[in-house]
């Protein structure tokens, strides 16, 4: 099973998951910038942040045979503190970088007119730099969040091909089939989407324009249920095709789309990361 999680926060994880998934069959993995649970202050907290996604991150995951890439954007929750607008500034030039595959995550998490605004400008940026976009939408009052990303995502121009609706559910999935965007589903440990209930929407809408994910971050969360959801899937009768499609194929097409994936070929990454290694003991 070769599997490639579209949606994982690598910085929260430690090297003990990335030995895990590579074993699971965990090949790449795309990073998207987010809330880190501490609020930022500033512009700076969020370049280092970028330059590490960039940087640092695939260097760790490299070194595991893991392909890393990321996504860039002002994260829903942190677009209502006028302290972190300025990100919207630095974006640009994060957006040129090779490794980076797309906008994201943008969306709505309260629903605030600054977050519309924040929203609206990100997308206008996937637009001039010829990326997809990954839209987070909302935890609470999810439905309503759901349609009201889908009217902002029709009104910026962006092609739906090129956008995913990330944490749909039973519910949410009904508003986003039939527009042409990307299916996200994140899979969580105990709340929320399960393996079991994924492959019941498998089984319902079909594996087309599907991502599947394990969101795994600093919260409760587990690297590991995208292998887990294939899992599923088989012993529920789908083929290894059906599988490669939705956790390969279907990842690889999305962010394809930027023309900047880098899936390589078992060629052997650098040893170390601007002088560091990820040994310990002074090396
Ligand atoms: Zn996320």
């Known amino acids: ?20 998934m590579a074993a ?26 970028f330059d ?8 760790r995951a490299g070194q595991f045979g893991v392909r890393h890439h990321a996504t860039v954007a002002l994260n829903p929750k942190e677009a209502n503190d006028p302290r972190c607008r300025p990100v919207l500034d630095v974006l640009p030039r994060y ?11 943008i969306g709505y998490d309260s629903m605030t007119p600054e977050e519309d605004d924040v929203f609206a400008a990100q997308l206008a940026l996937a637009v001039a730099h010829d990326l997809p976009a ?12 759901v349609e009201r990303s889908l009217a902002v995502v029709a009104e910026s121009g962006v092609e739906p091909g090129r956008v995913v609706l990330d944490h749909l559910n039973e519910v949410t999935v009904e508003l986003v089939r039939d527009t042409g965007c990307w299916l996200g589903f994140s899979i969580y440990p105990d709340t929320k989407m399960s393996p079991p209930r994924m492959v019941e929407l ?6 087309e ?7 795994a971050d600093w919260g409760r969360s587990d690297p590991l249920l995208t292998r ?16 490669d499609r939705v956790l390969w194929r279907n990842p690889v097409e999305f962010y394809g789309q930027s023309g900047r994936l880098d899936l390589g070929d078992g060629d052997v990454p650098d040893a170390t990361f601007a002088g560091n290694s990820i040994l310990r003991g002074g090396s």
């Open 202 to 207: 498998l089984k319902a809408y079909g594996t």
């Open 209 to 215: 324009r599907v991502l599947v994910n394990s969101a």
């Open 228 to 243: 887990a959801t294939g899992e599923a899937m088989l012993l529920a009768g789908f083929t290894d095709d059906d599988l």
């Open 24 to 49: 699971a069959g965990v090949r790449a993995v795309v990073e998207p910038a987010f809330w880190l649970g501490q609020p930022r202050t500033g512009v700076g907290s969020f370049t280092d942040y």
């Open 52 to 59: 590490s996604l960039i940087g640092w991150e695939p260097f």
């Open 95 to 105: 957006l040129e970088k090779d490794g980076v595959v797309a906008v994201g995550e």
């Open 1 to 20: 099973m070769r599997i490639f999680d579209p949606h994982i926060h690598m910085t929260s994880r430690t090297t003990d998951d990335y030995e895990r």
């Open 134 to 145: 990954l839209v987070h939408t909302p935890h609470r009052d999810k439905a309503r969040g």
